[in-house]
T-cell receptor, first 111, second 107 residues
């Protein structure tokens, strides 16, 4: 089992560009999450999906959109990237808000 | 006020020391609680769940105090390999992290 996979691992964008971060899990988990982590801070919840077909805002949703494509996949889109979105992005999944399994992260720099 | 708060540290302790971290939460309806460990900004890994009755796993003990709305993590006989950032997570309908507490264990 691959667990939780994320692509890309690294990305550099210019201000105003758009991109989609991909996440997939093969553990048949119902819930999936997107977090961002900035230096000196913990993980902040951007969006989550409690189950296939539902998505909800987390702590810091502004500037992002998500799609729960199916039970396996949960993507995060930046429509117009800003330098404040420079961060490490972690995708995670869990069975009903229990133990989180994380992907390896995407390191995004917006110039 | 943040939903979940931790003392960011850093905590610098010698090998063999006992160290304790606290984490407070604001949502009294929170259902489940966890401690995660993160090394060098890699992905966090589950250290232990926190049960109402408290639980122990080797040198690690986690406790929950619902009345005062905090959870704690006690590490006994610290090892160099315990150096990491420790993150508490609270489930109040969504999984919210504290900002993490950095621990550095020195020889």
């Amino acid at each position: 089992n691959a667990g939780v996979t994320q692509t890309p691992k690294f990305q550099v964008l210019k201000t105003g560009q758009s991109m989609t971060l991909q996440c997939a899990q093969d553990m048949n988990h119902n819930s999936m999450y997107w977090y961002r982590q900035d230096p000196g801070m913990g993980l902040r919840l951007i969006y989550y999906s409690a189950s296939e077909g539902t998505t909800d805002k987390g702590e810091v949703p502004n500037g992002y959109n998500v799609s729960r494509l199916n039970k396996r996949e949960f993507s995060l889109r930046l429509e117009s990237a800003a330098p404040s979105q420079t961060s490490v992005y972690f995708c995670a999944s869990s069975e009903d808000f229990e133990e989180l399994s994380f992907g390896p992260g995407t390191r995004l720099t917006v110039l | 006020r943040k939903e979940v708060e931790q003392d960011p540290g850093p905590f610098n302790v010698p090998e063999g020391a006992t160290v304790a971290f606290n984490c407070t939460y604001s949502n009294s309806a929170s259902q489940s609680f966890f401690w995660y460990r993160q090394d060098c900004r890699k992905e966090p890994k589950l250290l232990m769940s926190v049960y109402s009755s408290g639980n122990e796993d080797g040198r690690f003990t986690a406790q929950l105090n619902r009345a005062s709305q905090y959870i704690s993590l006690l590490i006994r006989d610290s090892k160099l390999s315990d150096s990491a950032t420790y993150l508490c997570v609270v489930n109040g309908g969504k999984l919210i992290f504290g900002q993490g507490t950095e621990l550095s264990v020195k020889p």
